[in-house]
């Protein structure tokens, strides 16, 4: 889990961006936002579920790595007063079939549904899931982005 303190907040006209300390340089490198509120929207790039290693993931491993997905996507929304229960959309790109994850399509989908179980309750978020070709960096097997909705109270009374 990512501390407050290693997430820096950048107020923008709309609202705020949070960014990782450890995805500064890729926000140099690839200029975008991993989090962005905008009004009582919070946007959040996606966050990829990877196995830089060659050998193949396990069933066990991989539900490791989504779960360190789902943390992160905690961890972004908070930092834009934003929690988990917010989330109103779950968009899932796929790499099915990769060498680096030891399990069929069937099973990848069904690793997915277990672990966003562990951090979604019903009524559960809006969802899509499409398969890709390739995902950013290498090794990526699913990458998962979110969209909350998450009024700001009103302040001074109003």
């Known amino acids: 889990m990512v501390s407050q303190a290693d997430i820096r907040s950048i107020a923008t006209r709309t609202g705020k961006v949070a960014i990782p300390a450890a995805l500064q340089a890729d926000v140099d490198q690839f200029h975008y936002a991993p989090a962005r509120r905008a009004g009582?929207?919070?946007?959040?790039?996606?966050?990829?579920?990877?196995?830089?290693?060659?050998?193949?993931?396990?069933?066990?491993?991989?539900?490791?790595?989504?779960?360190?997905?789902?943390?992160?996507?905690e961890d972004l929304l908070n930092a834009c007063d934003a929690r988990l229960e917010d989330v109103v959309e779950l968009q899932m790109f796929h790499i099915f079939g990769s060498d680096r994850l030891a399990l069929d399509k069937a099973g990848q989908l069904a690793a997915i549904a277990a672990v966003r179980d562990e951090f979604f309750a019903a009524p559960y978020p809006a969802a899509v899931e499409l398969a890709v070709a390739e995902l950013n960096p290498d090794g990526g097997l699913v990458e998962i982005k979110a969209t909350a909705f998450a009024p700001l109270e009103p302040r001074g009374g109003q």
């Open 40 to 73: 009582d929207f919070v946007h959040l790039s996606g966050v990829v579920a990877c196995n830089p290693q060659p050998q193949p993931m396990d069933a066990a491993e991989f539900r490791e790595e989504l779960r360190r997905v789902f943390r992160q996507i």
